[in-house]
């Protein structure tokens, strides 16, 4: 298998070499680096958002959490997952909406919530969440790319890491061009490598028949020498979870994930909302056949790998299963469609990440004078090479069962972030009291209910952050309209024109008339 890897794998760092040099002639602007100008059209637009989803967590988790559990892993993570991408359409219209969108999910908060503010805390205060849950996300993507090059090639998982490094920043200083140029290539990947895989293990089991008598039989422990499983556990709705456990990932996956800032950053780049709504529609019918061959061979792999080795984790199924039973080039096929899902995450991630920490952070703590693009764009490129070494070194000690990692962050987002997202496009009424109370209050809760190991700390975080946010909003004044009008009104007035230009630095002679609005309200 190594020289039909090699020879896989030269190719595919030869495409993302290419598509990072000519995407770099596509960055003219701060814009086109954070969100690509917000002129992406609807390809790559379903490229970037299918490669987005499809990370080491599904490719890697997913199987590993279906060979762990069974049939509950589809309604925790595969119907979570989708449930989200299928109401994103319904936010995408209305993030998109505004003549001059936000180039970050921070900027959307605070032209929301907090338009006149010179400094606004809110946005540092999003920005900085944002940027501990996307240092974990790109985290949980070089741990992916380590387990598999180690297994496959034995090359220590502690050097291999390191070679991500250099591929991460590759792809990452094209800014969002490149992320998505290289999205979209990883997108067909991972679905011509997994359906190889599909292939090759229902060509070693004889088929889904007996896939499936096998898992209403099994007892075989998840360890050489752990403890059985009770026969039939695999294919109850529950599996080894219970029910309130389930739902907590379910919730976590399914409402946490449709307002993670990663996607409010995509619906705003598309060049107008028809293409953000397509964009997320069409991604949904993407992902079907993908998941459908990922759910086939996690359970496939309970019958042709009955327990695993002493010290591997279920991370490890994927490529053991495609070492040991899918002839060579399907086998290099398919771990390249891993190596493809870390590398369109995590590029992904640490563009997040960099710009949270940048733009939204060190420019946002100084508010005067107007952006230099060029030099904003190198300072946000030096700035994803520092956090891409960062994320590297983290990694040396992995954690654990990377589809876990992913929920739990989701799962905060979703507590904190769920209320001012879909409130404040929807509810004129929602302000920067219910803002802060919301996403605090559900940051919290959620932290301290993990903490405690409660089962279901979504349930909770979103509950009590409903309660904060609404007692918020009633017991302070109405925003302003400047806040909300961009998002409910076809047309908007020159003042909330005024303002989403100075807030984006794009216009020094808008300062007047933000001055005369603030006044006013």
């Known amino acids: 298998m190594t020289i039909s890897y090699t020879v896989v794998f030269a190719s595919y760092l030869v495409f993302l070499a290419w598509t990072t040099i000519k995407s770099l002639k596509e960055v003219e602007t701060l814009s086109d680096f954070t969100t690509g100008g917000h002129r992406m059209g609807l390809l790559l637009g379903v490229g970037t958002s299918v490669a987005t989803w499809v990370s080491v967590a599904s490719v890697m988790g997913v199987p590993g959490y279906l060979y762990r559990t069974g049939a509950a892993a589809i309604i925790g993570w595969v119907a979570g997952w989708f449930l989200a991408t299928s109401i994103m359409p319904i936010l995408a219209y209305k993030v998109r909406r505004p003549e001059i969108p936000a180039r970050t999910f921070p900027e959307f908060i605070r ?127 529950e599996g080894t979870f219970g029910w309130s456990v389930l739902m907590g990932i379910f919730m976590s996956n399914a409402l946490g994930a449709s307002v993670a800032p990663h996607w409010i950053n995509r619906f705003m780049a598309p060049k107008n909302t028809k293409a953000a709504v397509l964009q997320m529609m069409w991604t949904v019918v993407a992902l079907i056949p993908i998941f459908v061959c990922l759910i086939v061979i996690g359970l496939g792999a309970k019958m042709l790998l009955p327990s695993l080795p002493v010290g591997k984790t279920t991370d490890y199924i994927m490529p053991l299963i495609v070492q040991e039973h899918a002839p060579s080039f399907v086998g290099a096929m398919t771990l390249i469609a891993i190596l493809a899902a870390a590398i369109s995450t995590a590029n992904s991630m640490l563009l997040n990440c960099g710009t949270s920490l940048y733009y939204d952070i060190w420019r946002a703590l100084r508010p005067e004078g107007r952006l230099d693009d060029a030099k904003a764009t190198r300072h946000l490129r030096w700035t994803v090479l520092v956090l891409g070494a960062l994320s590297v070194l983290s990694a040396i000690k992995p954690p654990l069962l990377l589809a876990m990692g992913f929920t739990y962050v989701y799962g905060a987002f979703g507590a904190a972030f769920m209320w001012p997202v879909w409130l404040g496009l929807f509810w004129r009424r929602m302000n920067r009291s219910g803002a802060y109370a919301g996403i605090l209050v559900g940051t919290l809760v959620y932290v301290v209910a993990k903490l405690l190991d409660f089962s279901n700390p979504f349930a909770v975080g979103a509950g009590l952050s409903l309660v904060a946010t609404l007692i918020g909003v009633y017991l302070t004044p109405a925003p302003p309209r400047e806040a909300y009008e961009a998002y409910f009104e076809p047309d908007v007035s020159p003042s909330t024109r005024a303002v989403a230009l100075r807030i984006r630095r794009e216009d020094d002679g808008a300062h007047h008339e933000v001055h005369a609005a603030k006044t006013s309200a």
């Not at 387990?147 to 220590?156: S, Y």
């Not at 070679?163 to 999205?183: H, P």
């Not at 190889?196 to 896939?211: D, N």
Request: charged fraction near 5%; glycine fraction near 12%.
């Open 111 to 237: 032209m929301r919530f907090e338009p006149f503010e010179k400094v606004s805390n809110l946005q540092l205060l999003v920005a900085v969440l944002m940027f501990v849950g996307y240092f974990i996300f790109c985290h949980l993507q070089v741990v992916g790319f380590g387990i598999v090059f180690n297994t496959i090639t034995g090359i220590p998982y502690e050097y291999a890491i390191f070679g991500f490094l250099a591929l991460l920043v590759l792809t990452s200083l094209g800014g969002f061009w490149s992320v998505a140029a290289t999205d979209t290539l990883n997108a067909v990947l991972i679905l011509i490598g997994l359906v190889f895989g599909t292939g090759a293990v229902l060509y070693a089991t004889g088929g889904i028949g007996p896939i499936l008598d096998n898992l209403a039989q099994t007892t075989a422990p998840i360890n050489v020498g752990g403890t059985p499983m009770e026969a039939g556990v695999m294919l109850t709705p």
